[in-house]
């Protein structure tokens, strides 16, 4: 199949089932970041460059979750580690 | 007491004046008084769209302020004296609406009318969010296209944290979906997203899909809501939608390509 007849099939894709799809995952990203306080983002940047500090991460294997009860809050923090055994640094 | 709708999607462009006076002139139709108020300050159309722009005397911001009294700002309509028009200010101060004024209005309002019909102005600033904010129901206009359905889940998010029913604990809005500038005929080719894609999305109750329609710019050349257009499809989609607002069983139309001969003869209106 050359090139051409790719970009041929992929216009012949239904646009419609393309739309629902992003907005299915678009959507759903929104809403679960709705509730969420402003600071969050800025929250999980700085975060990241704290443990950068000392473990090489990046910011994918860092994830801040707020989550709110009736009585009370809870801030859920996931860091993934990298697997290989790299020297952390500690000062 | 009236029931207070407000008519929100968020996006610009959708129709919601257009869906604001067709529901206005609807339930007036059918008999309730009715009162639809433009919260579109600065930006004032809705006395176009129902066709009494020569008639505005007195606005919105008027009142609030005490320099007119409500009854000198509404409008009477002229095809049905059971509907009557608030019309915005064209002031280009921000901050002409306020909570306290507005509330004090819809409260007068509400010992006389039955119904009061909120058109929003687009965005979520002070317009919007005081158009939504004492209101009961919440008609989310909605075109089948990404930006439109992205701004009415928006919209939905708001209404459920902001309004007025949400600050104070009390039964939450109840929001309803108008897919309007809906094109069966593309659905069916897989261009447009379709009345379901649309639902499992947004997860709201459909009140009514109104069909894309040369009758809806026809109606807003002429001031006329486009309900009154008895013959188009979009007249009868809004009427079918004040229908079943009001309670009353109807099956969804102009959801599936027409082909009947008539269509053929005619083309659809």
């Known amino acids: 199949m050359s090139l051409l007849d790719y970009f041929r099939a992929s216009k012949r894709q239904k646009t419609a089932s393309v739309a629902k799809e ?15 306080p402003s600071y969050l983002p800025q929250l999980k940047q700085e975060l990241l460059a704290v443990i950068q500090k000392y473990v090489n991460i990046d910011l994918d294997d860092v994830s ?15 860091i993934v580690l990298p697997d290989e055994d790299e020297p952390v640094k500690v000062n | 007491m009236a029931r207070i709708i407000v008519v929100t999607s968020g996006k610009g462009g959708v129709g919601k004046t257009t869906t604001s006076a067709a529901i206005a002139m ?36 008027n009142v609030i302020n005490g320099e007119a009294t409500l009854n000198q700002a509404l409008i009477k309509d002229k095809r049905c004296d059971k509907l009557f028009i608030l019309p915005a200010s064209q002031t280009r101060d921000k901050d002409a609406l306020t909570q306290e004024g507005v509330g004090k209005i819809l409260e007068e309002l509400s010992t006389d009318f039955k ?14 969010n005081l158009a939504m904010y004492f209101a009961d129901d919440a008609f989310v206009v909605t075109n089948p296209e990404v930006a439109s359905v992205r701004d009415s889940d928006r919209m939905l998010g708001i209404l459920s944290s902001k309004s007025r029913r949400a600050t104070n604990g009390e039964d939450p809005i109840r929001e309803y ?10 659905v069916k080719l897989g261009e447009m997203l379709s009345v379901e894609d649309v639902q499992d999305i947004l997860s709201l109750h459909l ?19 486009v309900i009154l257009d008895e013959e188009s499809n ?35 209106r």
Not at chain 1, 64 to 78: A, G, P, T, W
Not at chain 2, 115 to 125: K, N
């Open chain 1, 22 to 36: 992003r907005l299915q995952i678009l959507v759903a990203h929104e809403r679960s970041s709705k509730n969420q």
């Open chain 2, 115 to 128: 119904y009061i019909v909120c058109d929003s102005p687009a965005g979520i600033e002070r317009g919007a």
């Open chain 2, 26 to 61: 609807g339930l007036a139709k059918r008999g309730h008084k009715t009162a639809v108020i433009d919260f579109d300050v600065g930006l004032r159309n809705l006395d176009l769209i129902m066709g009494c722009e020569r008639r505005v005397v007195y606005d919105f911001v």
């Open chain 2, 177 to 186: 979906l108008l897919l309007t500038r809906y094109s069966p005929k593309r």
């Open chain 2, 207 to 225: 009140l009514g899909v109104i069909p894309e329609s040369q009758s809806v710019l026809n109606a807003s050349n002429s001031g006329v809501p």
């Open chain 1, 64 to 78: 801040v979750n707020l989550e709110q009860d009736d009585n009370q809050e809870i801030l859920e923090l996931n």
């Open chain 2, 234 to 268: 979009a007249g009868q989609a809004y009427m079918d939608i004040v229908a079943r607002y009001l309670g009353e069983d109807k099956p969804h139309r102009f959801v599936e390509e027409k082909k009947g001969l008539f269509s053929m003869l005619f083309g659809s």
